[in-house]
């Protein structure tokens, strides 16, 4: 089965801290991605990467960074956090040529 | 760009009574991809029907069914004989055709009861 793991299923930090999200997939995709999901706006795209060491902005890509260093992982990462990216975070990959997207377990985030 | 919309925030049924949630979408190409998933309170992401857009047949997987209108971009979701497990956040998806490399776009999803 494939399968997307984000590090933490829960966490909470304080404003101003610097914030990294971890996901991890096991089936050798090339496109992976970071929403943001919030009650009444559905899932919002917020970085996507096609290859190794490219990223490419979302829809709201604003406070938040991604790196992607190893094909298997991607990483989220808020410089600065603050209140208003308390949120759900849900990765997602998708292999080439492929249409279905796999996703994490999502990461609940709190800023407190 | 493309757009997803989903009018129905809420929609509550009956257990073993039929449901539809109902999805539009925008988009200026001709070849793409649309699919339903589920949000339990789990938080996983399931996929429950895919349709392509240039199959005119309609995609059904058990008592899950599409009604997909490529001419006014519609695309809704039929559940049959509702079960207790189907409560969910349903979210309707669309992606072009070309790798799946920009991702899916969402739309805000329907939070759907069933009354037992």
């Known amino acids: 089965d494939v399968k997307v793991t984000q590090s933490s299923r829960y966490l909470v930090k304080r404003t101003g801290e610097k914030v990294f999200l971890e996901c991890v997939q096991d089936m050798d995709h090339e496109n992976m991605f970071w929403y943001r999901q919030d009650p009444g706006l559905g899932l919002r795209l917020i970085y996507f990467s096609y290859d190794v060491k490219m990223k490419e902005k979302g829809d709201i890509p604003e406070g938040y960074s991604v790196s992607r260093e190893k094909k298997e992982r991607f990483s989220l990462i808020l410089e600065s956090a603050s209140t208003n990216q308390t949120s759900m975070y849900l990765c997602?990959?998708?292999?080439?040529?492929?249409?279905?997207?796999?996703f994490g377990q999502g990461t609940r985030l709190t800023v407190v | 760009a493309q757009t997803v919309t989903q009018s129905q925030p809420e929609m509550s049924v009956q257990e073993a009574e039929t449901v539809t949630l109902s999805c539009t979408y925008d988009?200026?190409?001709?070849?793409?991809?649309l699919f339903w998933y589920k949000q339990p309170p789990s938080r996983q992401m399931i996929l429950v029907i895919r349709?392509?857009?240039?199959?005119?047949q309609n995609a059904t997987e058990n008592r899950f069914s599409v009604n997909f209108q490529k001419a006014a971009k519609s695309f809704s979701l039929k559940i049959s004989d509702s079960q207790l497990g189907d409560a969910a956040m349903y979210f309707c998806?669309?992606?072009?055709?070309?790798?799946?490399?920009?991702?899916?776009?969402f739309g805000k999803g329907t939070h759907l009861i069933i009354q037992p």
């Open positions: 998806a669309y992606t072009r055709s070309g790798g799946g490399a920009d991702g899916l776009t």
């Open positions: 349709q392509e857009a240039y199959k005119q």
């Open positions: 997602a990959s998708i292999g080439w040529g492929n249409t279905e997207a796999f």
């Open positions: 988009t200026s190409e001709s070849d793409y991809y």
